[in-house]
């Protein structure tokens, strides 16, 4: 290893950077075990608590409770006083660690993350092959974490914000319009739809039999399963034509095919159709994407949507950070004539695309 001069202010402020990133790793963590034991669900609203409390109201042993509000104040997430010992979670960060209803609720991440670190020995495996990892080899933490970092986005903007700024396809659905979810995971999206327009049908495909089990379970449970129903079917030859709308959220970078599917949904949907496209938030050009979301994509993508791209036929590898340019030359490639951006949000861009 050649050793070259160091300028120490650099070295000092890069040691610094990644001692802030090793207690995020491990603070991810403590996230997860807060989220999955229902830790920030009983500090929300509570007011000032002490560990003891907080161990009682969660089932949970004190000395480990008492460890991990220490970790939780050092880093923000609670406030500590040192006078009374207690700790308070303060409204905002509810809204991001505790209330599942928030569109800023990020415990899904923490849990969709973790399930990355379970799968640690097989991506490094594929980092030597260069073989994909199919989306049903992960732990199942991934399914659930991430439709609990999506969902509350969809439940905050699909139909207050995206459909609406469809042209014409708001009026479509209160009427009564055909509707395909392709890769619809566990339902959030398709259900919260069939949920906001009970004359229009819905019916959501993906290829994974878990998630179309739960998604069945889910429209049950919300009282929609005669207007939404769930197949396990490819996204490039699902079935049905004619559909007014066809919705991929959050998918089409995840398939080893996107061309190929793309033009399936163009052959399946009527004449004056739309496909609504949700994508991660990404812009053009690598440089233009080093910034925490681009960071925490990247990181996602590696981990998840490009191992399971590579593990499907054609195993094309786009990534979660294609950005729009590259999305609408595929889109071209596929047949669709017009794509138009219509919102946004941290998370997630919009298209409006038509055949």
């Known amino acids: 290893m050649t050793i070259t001069a160091v300028d120490e202010s650099k070295l000092h402020a890069f040691v610094g950077q990644a001692v802030t990133d090793l207690g995020a790793a491990i603070s991810g963590l403590m996230l997860h075990l807060g989220d999955r034991l229902g830790l920030y669900k009983a500090l929300a609203g509570a007011g000032p608590i002490t560990a003891a409390e907080l161990a009682r109201r969660t089932g949970t042993a004190e000395?480990?409770?008492?460890?991990?509000?220490?970790?939780?104040?050092?880093?923000?997430?609670?406030?500590?006083?040192?006078?009374?010992?207690?700790?308070?979670?303060?409204?905002?960060?509810?809204?991001?660690?505790?209330?599942?209803?928030?569109?800023?609720?990020?415990?899904?991440?923490?849990?969709?993350?973790?399930?990355?670190?379970?799968?640690?020995?097989?991506?490094?495996?594929?980092?030597?092959?260069?073989?994909?990892?199919?989306?049903?080899?992960?732990?199942?933490?991934?399914?659930?974490?991430?439709e609990r970092l999506f969902a509350p986005g969809y439940a905050a903007h699909l139909v207050q914000s995206w459909l609406p700024a469809l042209d014409g396809v708001a009026d479509k659905l209160r009427a009564g319009a055909s509707v395909a979810d392709v890769g619809c995971g566990l339902g959030a999206a398709t259900v919260i739809m069939a949920q906001a327009f009970e004359h229009s049908s819905f019916a959501g495909f993906d290829l994974h039999q878990p998630s179309i089990e739960q998604a069945r379970r889910a429209a049950e449970a919300a009282g929609v399963s005669h207007r939404a129903r769930f197949e396990v079917a490819a996204a490039t030859d699902f079935p049905g034509e004619g559909y007014d709308l066809v919705c991929v959220f959050d998918a089409l970078h995840d398939l080893g095919d996107p061309v190929g599917a793309a033009r399936q949904i163009h052959r399946s949907l009527a004449p004056d159709g739309t496909l609504l496209l949700v994508e991660p938030n990404?812009?053009?050009?690598?440089?233009?994407?080093?910034?925490?979301?681009?960071?925490?994509?990247?990181?996602?993508?590696?981990?998840?949507?490009?191992?399971?791209?590579?593990?499907?036929?054609?195993?094309?590898?786009?990534?979660?950070?294609?950005?729009?340019?590259?999305?609408?030359?595929?889109?071209?490639?596929?047949?669709?004539?017009?794509?138009?951006?219509?919102?946004?949000?941290?998370?997630?861009?919009?298209?409006?695309?038509?055949?």
């Open 63 to 146: 000395r480990y409770v008492r460890e991990w509000l220490a970790n939780q104040a050092a880093g923000g997430y609670v406030v500590y006083d040192p006078a009374q010992a207690t700790f308070e979670l303060p409204a905002e960060q509810s809204l991001v660690v505790a209330d599942e209803t928030s569109p800023v609720f990020l415990g899904g991440a923490f849990e969709a993350v973790a399930s990355c670190y379970s799968d640690h020995d097989r991506l490094a495996g594929a980092f030597r092959t260069g073989r994909g990892i199919g989306w049903h080899e992960h732990d199942d933490r991934l399914f659930s974490g991430v």
């Open 282 to 355: 990404a812009n053009d050009g690598l440089e233009n994407n080093l910034n925490p979301v681009g960071r925490t994509y990247y990181g996602l993508s590696t981990a998840i949507c490009t191992p399971g791209s590579l593990a499907q036929e054609v195993g094309l590898g786009l990534g979660a950070q294609a950005g729009p340019g590259v999305l609408t030359a595929l889109l071209t490639e596929a047949g669709f004539s017009s794509v138009r951006q219509v919102a946004a949000t941290p998370l997630n861009i919009i298209l409006q695309v038509r055949p």
